[in-house]
């Protein structure tokens, strides 16, 4: 049983401010255009001041609800629950400094207690660091820790990271060369940190032999940061699970059933390289394939959720519960419920999504009901919105779990509830619709 958690999250998870000013996450209209604070979000000044609990949906918010379920308090005497935000622009070299501050602050609250570290996508890289690298072996709380469970952390890279070097993806407020701008500063590369390691052979060319991006012929052409992928290069040497201390053990949970970026084709045409990605249906939880949240020889967990809200995946908070050894607690708090996920809070007009229903239960017979509902900015349905016709989802066979339908989003840009009924339970999960 684990007596104290630290959460770590993930890239763009923490609240970022400059001069007691909130610049991440950036207002909700931001979403209806570019995000128009890119000075103030490139101005080395910023500090990480908390974890982002909510913008318009829920994000950590509901990890930290079920960690208080679970017993763990934010603000107890002694404080249990601690909360490790970091400044995600920056080399996670800096953020593993950041972490090992505050262990060494919970630890010294807890004195002879065990630390477990939930760490959700890129938060699992940085605890690796922080219990691998040996920087940190003398450090007053580094014997606390008994535990690391990481949720969607991309182990060995994620394909996604180049597409968003090269901006190909828009990642929440940022529109797709937003994010292309802040990578290619030296400054900040953090999402480059993200790449498969040199060795990992997740790009190809034409005839499917290997390309290694961190060789200058390569990268040249490419148009990657030199400067940036040295500094990936060196932050992936600090990580070796052969190192990992004996008393600490490992779990991993990866999601699955969503399409993910699980490879990448780089085609010499003569003229160029020619980029193209290759998406698998189930190959991931849509950031991180599945071959890179699992290792060989940890302890894993396929679970069947989308990498921005894995912790909300009902299997995961049963294990996680277990881990923690506070078992069935977080069962009887969730009851029988229908849950809704998709892979991404925002996404593009009239385009196909994956939206997951999960039931608390297998169920023989499915009869459900889906449509959009434009929304204020509190959640609210806005007068005179945006209303889609419903569609019907009908299924009889084997008991199920979970099913999967693909839904056309709304054409226009805005706020939207989606809302699914299925007779006695239903369930509502906001979204945002933006080019």
């Not at 400059?18 to 995000?35: E, M, N, Y």
């Not at 970091?86 to 593993?96: G, M, Q, T």
């Not at 007009?349 to 297998?362: D, G, K, R, Y």
């Not at 019907?392 to 979970?402: C, E, F, I, K, S």
């Amino acid at each position: 049983m684990a007596d104290v958690v630290i959460v770590v999250p993930g890239t763009l998870g923490s609240v970022l401010e400059l001069h007691g000013a909130v610049i991440w996450p950036g207002r909700l209209r931001d979403l209806h255009g570019r995000f128009n604070r890119m000075a103030e979000l490139k101005d080395p000044a910023i500090e990480a001041t908390d974890l982002i609990r909510s913008y318009f949906v829920e994000q950590y918010g509901s990890l930290i609800r079920d960690l208080e379920e679970l017993g763990y308090h934010e603000h107890g005497r002694p404080k249990t629950l601690w909360l490790c935000p970091y400044d995600w622009r920056k080399s996670n070299l800096l953020a593993a400094d950041v972490l090992a501050s505050v262990i060494d602050r919970a630890a010294a609250a807890n004195p002879g207690k065990s630390i477990a570290l939930i760490a959700h996508s890129m938060g699992g890289l940085i605890s690796r660091c922080y219990l691998e690298s040996g920087d940190y072996a003398g450090r007053a709380g580094f014997q606390a820790v008994t535990n690391l469970f990481t949720l969607g952390t991309p182990h060995r890279g994620a394909t996604d990271a180049l597409f968003a070097i090269k901006g190909w993806l828009r990642k929440l407020f940022l529109a797709p060369d937003q994010v292309a701008e802040l990578a290619a500063d030296p400054r900040f590369p953090s999402v480059y940190e993200l790449l498969p390691p040199p060795g990992e052979p997740f790009a190809h060319d034409g005839e499917m032999k290997p390309l290694d991006i961190y060789d200058p012929a390569v990268a040249g052409p490419l148009g990657l940061s030199a400067a940036n992928l040295a500094a990936a290069r060196s932050f992936r040497a600090k990580l070796d699970l052969s190192r990992r201390p004996a008393e600490v053990r490992y779990f991993f949970f990866a999601g699955t059933r969503d399409e993910t970026i699980t490879a990448a084709w780089l085609r010499d045409t003569g003229a160029g390289i020619q980029e193209d990605r290759e998406l698998r249906d189930g190959g991931g939880d849509g950031t991180v394939p599945i071959w890179s949240a699992i290792e060989s020889g940890v302890q894993s967990s396929i679970v069947g959720a989308p990498h921005g809200t894995i912790y909300k995946d009902r299997d995961l908070r049963r294990k996680l519960g277990l881990l923690l050894g506070r078992p069935g607690v977080l069962a009887a708090a969730m009851g029988r419920q229908l849950e809704l996920f998709v892979v991404s809070d925002v996404v593009p007009p009239e385009s196909t999504i994956a939206v997951s229903l999960h039931f608390s239960e297998p169920v023989p017979r499915i009869g459900a009901s889906l449509r959009f509902v434009e929304v204020d900015e509190m959640g609210e349905p806005a007068a005179g919105g945006v209303i889609t016709p419903p569609v019907a989802v009908d299924y009889a066979g084997a008991p199920l779990d979970r099913l999967t339908v693909r839904l056309i989003t709304p054409a226009l840009s805005g706020f939207y509830r989606l809302e699914a009924d299925a007779g006695e339970m239903n369930a509502r999960q906001r979204i945002i619709v933006q080019d």
